[in-house]
């Protein structure tokens, strides 16, 4: 077959490895680096990642795609120091629990909070398969404490999001899928074979996996070279790019959901209306460094998350310094911080000056930092991260529906099946084996 691939960032080129010694797959990237939101950039030593830092070592697809590229020995995992995770609220910085018992000792939860968090430990899984939202999954079964100071600002950190308005079937299925199995959230938890992964990096950051790919996949990828339309030219699909035009087999939509809309406008009457109910947060990443004898916290963890209300506008902080030491210069700090999302779109319309301003202002509230920093960069994502809101499975259900009547055309990417980098990946490669059945009925 021949398989055109619209997009060339994780999800597109995880897809042409998929099949490139099978089928002749070609690669259209509008941009002249490929890798989309994935990106690596070096500054005096500082290693500042535009998108992800890094990975779960726990997705098989992932793990295959590192050995076909040749990097399982530039695997770097996240430093043992990395593992506490705090919250800002009333205050002052609270370490979560890493453990059940530790719920007694959580100093973010007040006596009645507590009691609804160990409610929580051995309440059962409700019966009916109504959609909720993530917000009040948690509520339910922890409370309404546990939901508001840990889970609202943990979903703000996963995906710029609002816990209120996220879908839990959609984000955490798994989650779902071991309550309903074992009738309890946390007895599925404990019965669960397989542990979440460890955090992971690669060498030289997150653009060594895109590189890697990339230098598989080599002139299978079109660069600089943006799809323009997309439409049925008898049994085949004409693909119109800034190029010129060909016509393949099958194609793949690997590009973000509202860019996938537009160029299925003349293919589907309903397609594009339901890619463009998947909405997209923005953010703004900031990288913001300091000597280290001028910072006096400990950064003994991974960072902090802000509950809401507390006067911080920042989301939180990754302790970058702490995770991948190798990153930073000897003998410095170096913080990834996060604006805007969901609940504060206006953080993107701030200068560098005024970013910078309220970075270092919520930065001296929550860990005492009022040294002159010796860097800062930052990169905003206009639509950074898309929304799994209530209904969001129905949606995609719509989709396939559409998609059933399309022989030859697939979607993939983060807008549909997670958000993760492992997710991106796995999704990819069922979308694309399923092009590739198609070909062979």
């Known amino acids: 077959m021949k398989i055109a691939v619209a997009g060339g960032g994780l999800a597109g080129l995880a897809a042409a490895l998929r099949v490139r010694d099978d089928h002749d797959v070609t690669v259209f990237e509008r941009e002249a680096q490929a890798g989309g939101k994935i990106r690596s950039q070096s500054f005096d030593g500082f290693l500042f990642e535009w998108g992800p830092n890094g990975f779960s070592s726990s997705s098989p697809e992932l793990r295959d795609v590192i050995r076909v590229c040749g990097l399982e020995n530039e695997i770097v995992p996240a430093d043992a120091a990395a593992v506490k995770r705090y919250v800002y609220f009333g205050g002052r910085l609270h370490a979560l629990p890493s453990r059940p018992q530790e719920v007694l000792r959580f100093s973010l939860l007040s006596g009645r909070g507590k009691l609804g968090a160990l409610r929580g430990l051995v309440a059962r899984a409700p019966k009916g398969e109504r959609d909720e939202s993530v917000y009040d999954f948690f509520a339910r079964r922890f ?41 309890s959230l946390v007895k599925g938890l404990m019965r669960a074979r397989s542990a979440p992964g460890r955090l992971s990096t690669l060498r030289g950051g997150m653009t060594r996996l895109i590189d890697g790919m990339a230098g598989v996949l080599g002139a299978r990828i079109e660069r600089s070279c943006e ?24 194609v793949m939509l690997a590009v973000p959901a509202y860019a996938a809309a537009e160029l299925l406008r003349d293919v589907d009457t309903d397609l594009p209306g339901l890619l463009e109910r998947i909405p997209y947060a923005p953010m703004r990443v900031c990288g913001i460094a300091f000597r280290a004898q001028d910072v006096a916290a400990p950064l003994d963890g991974f960072g902090f998350l802000v509950a809401r209300d507390q006067n911080v506008r920042i989301l939180g902080a990754l302790y970058t310094s702490t995770i991948f030491p190798q990153q930073v210069p000897r003998d410095c700090v170096y913080l990834r911080v996060f604006l805007g999302g969901t609940t504060d779109p206006q953080a993107m319309d701030l200068s560098e000056g005024e970013a910078l301003a309220i970075v270092r202002r919520d930065l001296a509230t929550t ?30 259900r719509e989709i396939d529906v559409r998609l059933a009547s399309l022989s030859g055309m697939a979607l993939t990417g983060n807008a549909y099946r997670g958000v993760g980098v492992g997710d991106v990946v796995r999704d990819a490669v069922v979308q694309v084996d399923r092009l590739r059945f198609q070909g062979n009925e």
Not at 163 to 169: G, L
Not at 233 to 248: I, M, P
């Open 143 to 183: 409370g309404d404490e546990v939901a508001e100071r840990v889970v609202r600002p943990a979903l703000l950190g996963i995906t710029a999001g609002d816990a209120r308005a996220t879908s839990m079937d959609a984000l955490f299925p798994r989650l779902r899928e071991l309550e309903r199995r074992h009738g």
């Open 227 to 250: 799809v323009r339309r997309v439409a049925r030219n008898g049994t085949q699909w004409r693909v119109e790019h800034t190029r010129g035009a060909n016509d393949f087999d099958a």
């Open 367 to 396: 860990l005492h930092i009022t040294a002159e920093p010796i860097g800062y960069h930052e990169h905003l994502w206009a639509r950074a991260i898309p929304q799994y809101g209530i209904g969001h499975r129905e949606i995609l």
